[in-house]
T-cell receptor, first 114, second 115 residues
């Protein structure tokens, strides 16, 4: 089955710097890759997603890149702000499954220092 | 439009007790999911449902049962709770995967402690 590895587990950056979180997946049939942000005590919320027919997607300060050959995808946050501090999860959905199941990475705790 | 709701928000059980967690969604979503979240382990899928009357096992189904008698509700049951089931439980729902969007929307979570 699908396996998703996420790195790093913790990341600390200075306000205004960029942050990059990387994920690798094992199932070459995976075709949908969402990123979720979870603030302390809150529910995970989708911040950006990318499909396998696209190499890059951007939404203001957030961007995601996908390398299908290497089976990895990354989240890039530019000009970080204290409110970006949260746990971020990547996920992958297998294209061979009709269930919509997502396999999540272990999460990255991002701390943005003012 | 409440989205995805979960009851209860918190619960403390003794080992061996049983309980049912309720998830409800008002978005007419076909697919529903139950996850557990433990520190350092991300979100792990317990059971899921692709439609009313259907359920299937996820990554960590042992010790749990589910039912989807109505499209809008997905119930997660613990028949005999164990301390290893201490966790935060999230329910999620999504529209059918053939649509352009298949975002999973999460409920607020249930924090369960088993003593």
């Amino acid at each position: 089955g699908e396996n998703v590895e996420q790195h790093p587990s913790t990341l600390s950056v200075q306000e205004g710097d960029s942050a990059v979180i990387k994920c690798t997946y094992s199932d070459s049939a995976s075709n949908y890759f969402p990123w979720y942000k979870q603030e302390l005590g809150k529910r995970p919320q989708l911040i950006i997603d990318i499909r396998s027919n696209v190499g890059e997607k951007k939404d203001q300060r957030i961007a995601v890149t996908l390398n299908k050959t290497a089976k990895h995808f990354s989240l890039h946050i530019t000009e970080t702000q204290p409110e970006d501090s949260a746990v971020y999860f990547c996920a992958a959905r297998s294209g061979s499954s009709n269930t919509g199941k997502l396999i999540f990475g272990q999460g990255t705790t991002l701390q943005v220092k003012p | 439009n409440a989205g995805v709701t979960q009851t209860p928000k918190f619960r403390v059980l003794k080992t061996g007790q049983s309980m049912t967690l309720l998830c409800a969604q008002d978005m007419n979503h076909e697919y529903m999911y139950w996850y557990r979240q433990d520190p350092g382990m991300g979100l792990r899928l317990i059971h899921y449902s692709v439609g009313e009357g259907t359920t299937a096992k996820g990554e960590v189904p042992d010790g749990y049962n589910v039912s989807r008698l109505k499209k809008q509700n997905f119930l997660l049951g613990l028949e005999s709770a164990a301390p290893s089931q201490t966790s935060v439980y999230f329910c999620a729902s999504s529209i059918h995967r053939d649509r352009l969007t298949d975002t999973q929307y999460f409920g607020p979570g249930t924090r369960l402690t088993v003593l």
